[in-house]
């Protein structure tokens, strides 16, 4: 699938924002392709940290469509 971006993300992405920060790791649709095509930083440790450094769930997947 394609990443789907608003254009405050964008516009966050261009200002040099974190894209975790941003809250793009919460796509159903995995955007680092679309990062390194962009040539977007990023780091892929830190995909799963809140702002106080723990951990925060990942996103799982959906109960009522079916994935393969």
Do not use: R, S
Not at 9 to 23: Q, S
Not at 25 to 37: G, I, N, R, T, Y
Not at 49 to 64: R, S, W
Request: a negative charge; one cysteine or more.
């Amino acid at each position: 699938g394609i990443p789907v971006f608003t254009y405050e993300e964008v516009a966050g992405l261009v200002l040099g924002y974190d894209p975790w920060d941003l809250g793009l790791q919460m796509h159903q649709v995995a955007v680092e392709p679309l990062l390194e095509k962009m040539g977007v930083p990023y780091n892929p440790k830190t995909k799963y940290l809140g702002l106080n450094g723990k951990e925060i769930m990942k996103p799982g997947l959906p109960t009522v469509l079916k994935c393969c």
